[in-house]
């Protein structure tokens, strides 16, 4: 079947008994092919009949299909005509693991970050409005998780005040995020699930009200005028038609006839229409549906028919991370911990195994995280925010000024900082230093292995009348790089025979050491590379040449802060750019940051001192 499938047109052709078959042959496709590469298979699994009943129902390209975050779009990608290509998902030249331009005009946001669909089914919907570009919906699939971010609710404020927008949100509710949902909003949409039928309900009425002559319609309008009071009555907070928005559901996510029926009336509804769908995340899989805690919500490499990891890797930054913070914990009862809906992926579970009460997930809430904490820091609390470099990027305001301003103590723990590979372009960690060079009060950390992660962390908790940061790669920790000693808060980590100084930062360390000894050049690790250290200025100064070598972009990293200290010094670093999807390693060849080329270049530096 999948064969048959080169665009969403060729669904039109399918029976039903052929739509199951297909959506049963694209799970068993969807696992074969992901186990092989790694990526989303847990949401995906639960899009399947969903992405069926959209391309059935809209026509893609002109009416336009959105995706928050992105990663559920594996479906789309194989109704769209990309099934031949999944062996190389997510690999250097091959698929992409969100929506990209450069892949199908059926994919419009390039994302990974959650929460933005709405707002950009709001500017494009209106956008269709001004331009005249009549007869084209807009189609914005959104997770229960990226609805606890505040973009969302945003979005939905405006989209709500134009009655006549072309607008269908379809909600894709599997209660989880990664983990299950959290909050108020989750709370509701239990409700809501709860009031299967109500539609049901009122359509039977419709019908047989209608049939009854004379009386009949008015009737139907006086209960149709109350259906608010019933609907309230059921579930008591109807919250999306108190906005104003239409809402139908909640429907099964499952069933691809009762979904197109309900996809058609919102196309035909004329305004914005929320319709709810409940899915499965993992559907169909077993390994899957038995991981209560992420639902294999992103899995590496695994073996199909168990779900277990190929290749077991080494111990992770992420989890000297999460073990260390849970000493801490121990030690100080003002340690809170916050994750915006990460929890296990950021290293916090032990830690909210071991202190339930002193654990918030936020939900999809980095800015909200930031300033909450900047409240706990207020109210006597130390939060230690676990959230990956990427999603900082859009807290800067809230760093800047609810927590750095308020010289609140503050720990950010920024994991997958540097280039992280797979994910593509929005999930490098290549922007905190840069970001957080520029924020007053803020000290900031880089670790270069397992030790010093340690070390730095409980260095950065004890800190409570200023902000810090800590920040380590993707992966495998590196165990130790061993300082020959410490000079006034630097670390020695080689002692060179010539005029040229290596400032490592961070994990960059081991690659720094094995190339400067290639050619006799001395390495420092500062440590915390802000502040700056004087005695750091004062050590470069005293070399001849001096590199520095970071793993963020080089354009207001940490060399040009040096810079702005006085320290004259060439820099390896990241370029300003936006870095396809490729693995770690390419990526870091493809920069010339990797061992021969920072030994080339320290050659000729050595050359020229
Ligand atoms: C701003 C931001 N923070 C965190 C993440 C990490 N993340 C990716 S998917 C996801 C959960 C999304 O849940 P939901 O929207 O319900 O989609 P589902 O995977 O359940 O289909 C999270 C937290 C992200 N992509 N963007």
């Given amino acids: 079947m999948i064969e048959r499938i080169n665009s969403p047109r060729d669904l039109a052709a399918l029976n039903s008994e052929q739509l199951e078959q297909l959506a049963a042959e694209i799970r068993e496709f969807l696992i074969e092919k992901v186990s092989k590469t790694g990526g989303h298979l847990g949401p995906n ?19 336009v299909i959105l995706f928050d975050t992105g990663h559920q779009s594996y479906v789309h990608k194989i109704l769209t005509g990309r099934a031949k290509d999944f062996d190389k998902l997510r690999q250097r030249g091959g698929l992409s ?21 709405l707002s950009w089914a709001d500017g494009i919907s209106k956008g269709f409005e001004l331009s005249g570009q009549k007869n084209r919906t807009v189609v914005a699939v959104v997770g229960d998780g990226a609805l606890t971010g505040g973009m ?34 989750a709370a509701h949409l239990s409700t809501l699930r709860l009031t299967k039928g109500y539609e049901k309900f009122l359509d039977f009425g419709k019908a047989v009200l209608k049939a009854t002559p004379v009386v009949g319609d008015p009737l139907y309008s006086a209960v149709h005028g109350m259906k608010k009071g019933i609907k309230d009555f059921i579930a008591p907070q109807g919250m999306f038609e108190d906005l104003g928005l239409k809402y139908y559901g909640p429907i099964d996510g499952h069933n691809i006839a009762e979904l197109e ?26 390994p899957a549906l038995e991981d209560e805690a992420e639902r294999f919500h992103a899995v590496g490499v695994v073996n199909p028919e168990t779900g277990l990891p190929v290749k077991k890797g080494g111990t992770s930054w992420t989890k000297v991370f999460g073990d260390e913070l849970v000493e801490i914990g121990k030690e100080n009862p003002k340690i809170v911990a916050l994750t915006a809906a990460m929890m296990g992926p950021t290293g916090l579970s032990k830690f909210q195994a071991n202190f339930p009460e002193r654990t918030i997930d936020v939900g999809i809430a980095e800015q909200h995280a930031l300033t909450s904490a900047a409240g706990l820091a207020f109210a006597g609390m130390h939060p230690v925010i676990a959230v990956y470099s990427t999603f900082l990027n859009r807290a800067f305001d809230q760093l800047l000024l ?26 490098h960690g290549i922007w905190d230093l840069a970001l957080g060079g520029i924020v007053p009060t803020l000290q900031m950390a880089a670790p270069r292995d397992s030790h010093t992660l340690r070390e730095e962390l409980r260095e950065a908790v004890k ?24 000079q006034d808060g630097l670390d020695i980590l080689l002692e060179g025979s010539n005029d040229l100084l290596i400032i490592s930062i961070g994990a960059m360390a081991k690659l720094a050491v094995d190339a400067a000894k290639l050619v006799g050049a001395t390495v420092v690790d500062p440590r915390w590379v802000k ?12 070399y001849k040449k001096v590199l520095v070598i970071e793993d963020g972009i080089k354009h207001g990293g940490i060399a040009s802060t040096l810079a702005e200290h006085g320290v004259v010094a060439e820099s390896i670093g990241i370029p300003l750019e936006f870095i396809e999807h490729s693995n770690r390693d390419e990526i870091f060849n493809d920069l010339g940051i990797n061992a021969q080329t920072i030994a080339a270049r320290m050659q000729h530096l050595v050359r020229g001192i």
């Fill in 463 to 486: 800190v409570s009348d200023a902000p810090t940061l800590i920040r380590f790669p993707k992966g495998e920790a590196i165990e130790s790089v061993p300082a020959v000693r410490r």
């Fill in 97 to 117: 693991g969100y929506p990209s331009r450069k892949e199908s005009s059926h994919d419009v946001i390039e994302n990974s970050h959650a929460s933005t669909c």
């Fill in 261 to 286: 029926d309900a996809l058609k009336r919102a196309k035909g509804f004329g305004g914005p229409v929320i319709i709810h769908c409940i899915t499965e995340k993992g559907r169909g899989y077993q």
């Fill in 531 to 542: 502040p700056v250290n004087p005695a750091l200025v004062e050590l470069a100064n005293s």
């Fill in 402 to 427: 609810d927590v750095a301003m308020h010289k609140a103590g503050v720990t950010l723990v920024l994991d997958r900082a540097g280039v992280t590979g797979d994910d593509g372009p929005s999930h």
């Fill in 45 to 63: 699994l639960g899009v399947v009949e969903l992405s069926i009943a959209l391309h059935r129902v809209f026509e893609s390209p002109n009416d």
């Fill in 152 to 185: 969302s609710w945003e979005a939905l404020n405006n989209i709500a005040a134009d009655k006549d927008r072309q607008v269908v949100i379809v909600v894709n509710d599997n209660a989880r995020s990664y983990s299950p949902t959290i909050g108020g909003l």
